[in-house]
């Protein structure tokens, strides 16, 4: 590996551990994002001096997460790994996967909560309420974002700023909602 890929690969694993995935699986991934070409896994094994088995699971941690991708190539019998090309679709992916795996089980469980009924503590009660009134106005600004094809998403973005001075100008001739 070059000096840059083994600093990003490096950055990665440490990185990984953070987000809560093994620093070994952020290595692969690093690995395979800037390899121009799929490689298999005893390609990724050599370069990152890894175990096979710890190559092997973490690609299939990686495939679960819809990160890495089979890719067959042509006169090798070998499995071969990449990333998506868009940049867009990972970080939708990350975030699909993110939201699926932490905020939909953490709104499950307020939902369930609120559901036994009142539990004599209002201020508690009161609380989960709020975070759950967010979390689920969250999930549905993420799912109006989702919708959006790449080209808009970019488009609104770029606008953000513009965007909030805009909602600053109009919010002081149109009450926001819930504070009518």
Known sequence: MSPLHQEFVLHFGEMGSRWGI???VGQIYALLFLSADPLNAEQITEALGI???????????LQAWRLVRMKHVPGDRKDHFTTPDDLWEIVRILIDERKKREIDPTLSKLRALEMQG?????????RISELREMIE?????????????????VKLMTY???I??????????????GKQ
């Open 22 to 24: 093994n620093r070994t």
């Open 51 to 61: 175990s096979r088995s710890n190559t092997s699971m973490g690609l299939k941690e």
């Open 118 to 126: 009142p539990a004599g503590d209002d201020y508690s009660e009161a």
């Open 137 to 153: 106005m969250m999930t549905e600004f993420y799912d109006e974002m989702s919708r959006l094809e790449t080209e808009r998403l």
């Open 160 to 162: 953000g700023s513009r």
């Open 164 to 177: 909030a001075g805009l909602i600053d100008r109009v919010g002081s001739y149109v009450p926001s909602p």
